[in-house]
């Protein structure tokens, strides 16, 4: 089987309670299946993860920021996984990006997002750790804690 290879930006985005933002979504090839993960996605031809993720925060939360406004990222991942019946190997960069708050506006994203992405919620770490629902990054709570101020 032929795994696709992608570069892709996230964005953990904090509130000044602390809580970061998931978005809760699911495969189209396997119905009924869901989980949490941060707003972010793969990367265009020619983008910088830092655009990417600016641009990801924008169609998938409403949040206009620019590139420069998230800094370095606080954290890289390599991660394998199927979505829509094909294989991914994803190499990721995390950023974090602390507003005082924000309502999240959904109207921005793309077609198979909407179809596939239901709801979000602020989560703290302390919720985080304690749900027995499937979350990615795996280690969020971890990740967050070690930011400081959660």
Request: negative net charge.
């Amino acid at each position: 089987m032929t795994v696709i290879d992608r570069r892709a930006a996230r964005v953990l985005l904090v509130d000044a309670a602390g809580r970061t933002l998931l978005l809760h979504g699911g495969d189209p090839a396997r119905p009924g299946r869901r989980w949490w993960f941060t707003p972010g996605g793969g990367l265009h031809d020619g983008e910088t993860p830092a655009q990417g993720a600016a641009r990801e925060l924008l169609e998938e939360t409403g949040l206009r920021v620019r590139p420069a406004d998230l800094g370095e990222p606080i954290w890289h991942q390599v991660t394998e996984f199927s979505y829509d019946g094909r294989d991914y190997r994803q190499d990721q960069d995390f950023y974090l990006l602390r507003v005082a708050e924000w309502q999240v506006d959904t109207a921005g994203m793309e077609a198979d997002e909407q179809e596939t992405i239901t709801e979000h919620r602020w989560w703290s770490a302390a919720e985080l750790e304690a749900s027995d629902e499937q979350i990615f990054p795996e280690d969020i709570a971890a990740l967050l804690r070690r930011q400081g101020g959660f």
